[in-house]
């Protein structure tokens, strides 16, 4: 059975399969009896394997905290752990792997409520430690709607302290920061903030990542992710370059301290 037809019966993609088989993202116990069932694999085989499915579930630290994560999220940390370089737009608020632990706290409390609210914050602070490891690293080019530094989250104190966190992280050889101004005028991203995640593995098709408060959507077409990526590439020319980001970000850092 080919790659493509076993993905096609059990409803996800080629490439989703792919990172299964070579062990790059876990799989859950029910996808592994749609497989089992798919590949006509029965009795103590299949039981021994959906044990293994299950003992799997525990090597990504994010599955220590599926309290609070939903499984979409889940899905998108498990990719974005294995990333070798991430490209993201964000129109409203400071992406997450560049938030701190105030900043967080206060987003999560507007967007998601108080429930399990320090929960979420420790995940989000675990997801920045994969910017500081030594292999492999990751590259982070982020380009920031110009109203993220300019509106208030938390109060004056948490965005001062925010900014000057962010242009501290913005210095780091992987991480490159691009502020797009309000001069700039209209923008081929003002519908949607995104995720382009880049795997090592040539063979590892990249992905686009989009969510909202209630769900994520993984792109993996080619045709979609040159588009996104095509507008990524116009939108760091229409930005402010690194330098000059820097300083607007210090700036901003200013202004509320």
């Known amino acids: 059975m080919t790659l493509d037809v076993a993905a096609r019966q059990l409803d996800m993609s080629k ?3 792919s990172r299964i088989e070579n062990a790059q993202i876990g799989i859950k116990p029910r996808d592994v009896r749609a497989a089992l069932a798919l590949y006509e694999v029965t009795g103590v085989d299949a039981e021994a394997l959906i044990e293994i499915a299950r003992g799997a579930q525990q090597r990504g630290w994010w599955q220590n905290y599926s309290d609070v994560l939903p499984e979409w999220f889940e899905f998108y940390v498990g990719l974005e752990a294995e990333a070798e370089s991430l490209r993201t737009y964000e129109a409203e608020s400071v992406p997450g792997l560049l938030q701190t632990e105030a900043y967080a706290r206060e987003m999560f409390r507007r967007t998601a409520g108080e429930e399990g609210l320090e929960r ?5 602070l675990r997801r920045q430690e994969m910017l500081h490891r030594e292999s492999p690293a990751v590259e982070l080019s982020v380009v920031l709607n110009e109203a993220v530094l300019l509106r208030p989250v938390g109060g004056r104190a948490v965005m001062a302290e925010q900014l000057t966190h962010m242009t501290q992280v913005a210095q780091s050889p992987n991480v490159t920061c691009h502020v797009l101004p309000f001069a700039s005028g209209g923008h081929p991203a003002m ?3 995104y995720v382009i995640i880049t795997f090592a593995d040539a063979a590892d098709n ?3 990542y989009l969510d909202n ?5 993984a792109l993996e077409e080619t045709g979609h992710v040159r588009g996104y990526t095509l507008v990524h590439e116009e939108l760091c020319r229409m930005a402010l370059d690194p330098a000059e980001s820097l300083a607007r970000l ?7 301290a």
């Open 15 to 17: 490439s989703n399969l």
């Open 120 to 124: 979420k914050v420790a995940a989000r």
């Open 213 to 217: 408060l209630t769900l994520g959507l």
């Open 250 to 256: 210090e700036e901003a850092a200013r202004h509320f």
């Open 206 to 208: 990249s992905v686009v």
């Open 191 to 193: 519908s949607t903030p």
